[in-house]
């Protein structure tokens, strides 16, 4: 990989994994104990939003709890150290990649932040939300966890579509290639000429579509593959 190449990168919850955040898919993970029916779409919200706000306030105060791990912190030493561009981009709400001091593009929005579902501003999350919280801006009480749920757009995805298209490198830690758009994002950057790799504890859903494939924890294969990159290897 030449010095000044550019890499994208993809993140999900494989990478927090080992900061004691469970993901969603895997045994014990989060959509087999909780329906996403129930608590991840915006009908789910019009239901019973105060079940929906107890699930985020729960996954609020765990993130909060967490730290970032080596895999975070390796990421954050590569878009440091590499004299190309490192974009970041994360599934992830947990906040723990800029907590390790990465930059990083939030395609499924944030645990620490809340948005008003009647005039779309946004603005700090307490630890707790409630449903009957007034927004600030316009003092409605229909505040909302800043989090994409399933059936809605992703955030960035005009500036994501670019990174993918101009990369050299794309990578994808620990994420099960289940969820569309971002299941796509290996395809796509293959096919405007990049290199791609899958770092992974396990086989993804589409880990065919990448042309290397580097398995382990992402606590050491990340660190590993940031040295080996940044040594020139
Ligand atoms: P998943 O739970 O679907 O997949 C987690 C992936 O991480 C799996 O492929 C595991 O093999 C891998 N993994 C687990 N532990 C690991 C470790 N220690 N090191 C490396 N890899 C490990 O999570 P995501 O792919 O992030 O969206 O899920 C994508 C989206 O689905 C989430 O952003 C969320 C969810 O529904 C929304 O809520 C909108």
Known sequence: ????????????????????????????GLWTQVNIEDVATPEAFARDPAKVHAFYNMRRANAADASPNAAHHALTKLQN????????????????????GSEVLHMHGQLDRAL????????????????????????????????????????????????????????AIGTSGAVYPAAGFCAEAAMAGAETVELNLA???????????????????????????????
């Open 1 to 28: 990989m030449h010095r000044k190449s550019k890499i994208t990168i993809l993140t999900g919850a494989g990478i927090s994994a080992e900061s004691g955040l469970g993901t969603f898919r895997d045994r014990n």
């Open 81 to 100: 150290d590499w004299p190309g561009d490192v974009v970041l981009i994360t599934q992830n709400v947990d906040g723990l990649h800029e907590r390790a």
């Open 116 to 171: 008003c579902a009647a005039c779309g501003h946004r603005w700090d999350a307490p630890r707790v939300m409630d449903p009957q919280d007034p927004c600030p801006d316009c003092a409605r009480p229909a505040t909302r966890p800043d989090i994409v749920w399933f059936g809605e757009m992703p955030y960035h995805m005009e500036e994501i579509a670019e990174h993918l298209r101009d990369c050299d490198l794309f990578a």
């Open 203 to 233: 086989e993804s859903d589409v880990s065919a579509s990448f042309g290397q494939r580097i398995e382990g924890p992402a606590s050491s294969a990340v660190p590993d593959w940031v040295a080996g990159l940044l040594a020139g290897r």
